[in-house]
């Protein structure tokens, strides 16, 4: 089977887990009700099912071809992306001034979802066209938003985001790429970038280079970094295509999975400097390429949901199929489906809940950004882009860790057929690894969430954070359903463990900063399984409210509570005992 877009789930978490209809209610979303963003998804679905998905295999086996500086996407897919882009996909929350549609960025991430759930390769490069769009309309000057932003929202152009050197990776501070004035207003960009994402490619006459890089009288490190856009062509004064600008791909990477995506090797300057347009001020291009990193943060936590939900779909209905040994309750004359087997059932849940615990994050994280944009005064504005900034990094990587455990429980409730590609176990397994390593890897969301998130306002924004999952926890209690079992004590649990980790952190950043960096990555771990956790709970009590059948969403909340949730206090004890076992240890890491 390939994708089929999960729309009751998606709807649900929408609607319960993120509360989108409260949003609506309070008029954040102008005239734009339920019934239209349903609809919107539904047709979202449809294009991602029957359009995307089945181009998913052939990008896998045919890659990308280089020939002389040009790349050949694999057949069939520059035919789906005109497709996409003329259906408005592209312009879906971009704004109305330059075509855009203005809607909002919790729809976009639905889609989002299903473009990645279809094919990530496919979807990697709008993702950075989304996000090269917010960039330049936040800080692009007027004349630079009159040239390329309309072409940009209607995805006639694509963009890229060039941070990566060889030697400036998660350390961007590091990055060589030289940009000269050259004394009429624009600049010449020289150097290399390493690993771009759809850096060449045949899908758009133009590309448009979102580009990092350093003046000769920058100040060192990440302060002396500007932003230039450096489009392929240049434009006419009427704005058509000109001259070919001096930058080339020089070569296309093969790695382990995400076969149809070009990764590009970039040189600039061959021929004395590819002209660049400086976006914002010299020096400051950090915060710029900021808003377009943060934006394609979110995204890729979105397909690491994406790439889950499409493994769990597979191994459900393999373990549907595939009939070995006998099942104590059923005709014992019989083999039995292996979704029969206790654990079997228990691996389809794991998959299943997580998956729905990241999806239920990155909505909220989606709804936060929303109202930091809509909200209706300043106070709300600015405490909805503290709470949009805390849970950024958590769902980029606790999504992605979640797609790489979800697709290898993938690959073994198929057993041996999940190591064999024709199933396409295996090929979700490959596409997923590269989501916890771009766009900043996850030990970097790690220690941007202890480092930068959480002394945000002296910790008040994590204590919000923390005070908005004890009353999910309370509400649990309240309600008291024998269905639930245990899932408010566990949950309770989790959350205590989130905030004793949470004080010890903040207690401790300043005078042990390496302590309390060598617990970062198991408490972005324990800060989703926390949220997932009272997010699922939150749902599973709203449909239950309103009356809709609310049995999935009580097992979905109580098997991620006993079952994954409770592993936040072994998580609490790594952040605030386990520093020693990390700090110090060159003997256990030299090798004989
Ligand atoms: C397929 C693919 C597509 C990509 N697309 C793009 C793109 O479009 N644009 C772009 O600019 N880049 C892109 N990249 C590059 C990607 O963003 C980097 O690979 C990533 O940021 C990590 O940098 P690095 O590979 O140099 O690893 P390194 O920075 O060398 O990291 C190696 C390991 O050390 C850890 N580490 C490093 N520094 C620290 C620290 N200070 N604290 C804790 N841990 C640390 C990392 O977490 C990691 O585990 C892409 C890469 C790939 C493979």
Redesign the pocket.
Known sequence: MTYRAPLADIASALKHAATLPAAIERGLFGELDLEDIDAIVAEAGRFAGEVIAPLNRIGDTYGTRFNDGSVTTAPGWKEAYRAWRLAGWNAVTAPPEWGGQGLPQILNAACTEMWHAASVAFA?GPM?TMAAIDALNAHGSEALKRAYLNKLVSGEWMG?????E?Q?????GALRTRAERAGDGTYRITGQ???????EHDFTENIIHFV?ARLPDAPSGTRGISFFLVPKFLLQSDGSLGARNDVRAHSV?H?L??HG?P?CTMVFGDAGGAIGFLIGEEHAGMSCMFTMMNRARLAVGLQGVGIAECATQKAVAYARERRQGRAAELDPSQSAAIIAHPDVRRMLLTMRTLTQAARAICYATALAIDRGERGSDDKVRRQAQAQASLLTPVAKAFSTDVANEVTSLGIQVHGGMGYIEETGAAQLFRDAR?AA????????Q??DLVTRKLPLAKGSFVNAHLNELRSVVRALEADNDPSLGWTAVRLGDAVESLARATSWLLAHLDNEPEAA?AG?TPYLRLFGLATGGCLLAKQALSVKRLGEDAAAALVTARFFAGHVAVSAGGLERIVVEGAAGVIGTDAALTMA
């Open positions: 990697n950075l890229t985001m060039q941070l990566t060889p400036a990776g998660s350390d961007v970038k390493i690993f771009i994402t759809f850096g990092l990477e790695k999975g995400i995506s990764t590269i390593i771009y766009e900043g890897t996850n030990g970097i790690a220690v960096l970062a």
